[in-house]
């Protein structure tokens, strides 16, 4: 009983310190964390060309379209949790389950569960750190539970 109480805080504290605050601006590729981060944090300040950007292969053939598809989003809150990782030929991928918590600018409430896979080619491939793309976001797939 002890465990699962003290298993459930250190959920909670976990969790709590990956909310990102939604006026803080994050923009960082050097881990996949901080791309993940740095996606929420670019939606919930609208600034979704930046959102775009962190994807390594678009996300929709037609930005405005999918640009559209955040008109009516007040933020949202990304949770993730680490699933797999694979590397080969100077190229590493990582793919972590995750929940996105929605709020619309009515006041709706949505879930969404899915993945995201980001991957980033290996620094030593590069004169220089300046010059290394960092880590972004591959594929993805979300359902929308409610």
């Not at 559209?68 to 793919?95: C, H, M, P, Q």
């Amino acid at each position: 009983m002890k465990r699962s109480i003290i298993g459930f805080l250190l959920f909670l504290v976990m969790v709590i310190g990956l909310m990102a605050d939604t006026t803080v601006k994050i923009d960082k590729v050097d881990t996949p964390e901080n791309v993940l981060l740095s996606f929420e944090s670019a939606i919930n300040n609208k600034d979704y060309l930046r959102a775009w950007n962190y994807w390594g292969t678009a996300p929709s053939n037609d930005y405005t379209k999918w640009e559209k598809g955040y008109k009516g989003t007040k933020s949202i809150e990304l949770f993730y949790k680490f699933r797999d990782s694979d590397a080969g030929a100077g190229n590493r991928w990582v793919t972590y389950n995750v929940k996105v918590f929605g709020v619309n600018t009515d006041g709706k409430k949505h879930l969404y569960e899915g993945y995201y896979t980001l991957r980033s080619t290996s620094p030593d491939l590069y004169d220089s750190i300046d010059k290394w793309p960092g880590w972004k976001i591959e594929k993805g797939q979300l359902k929308k539970i409610y």
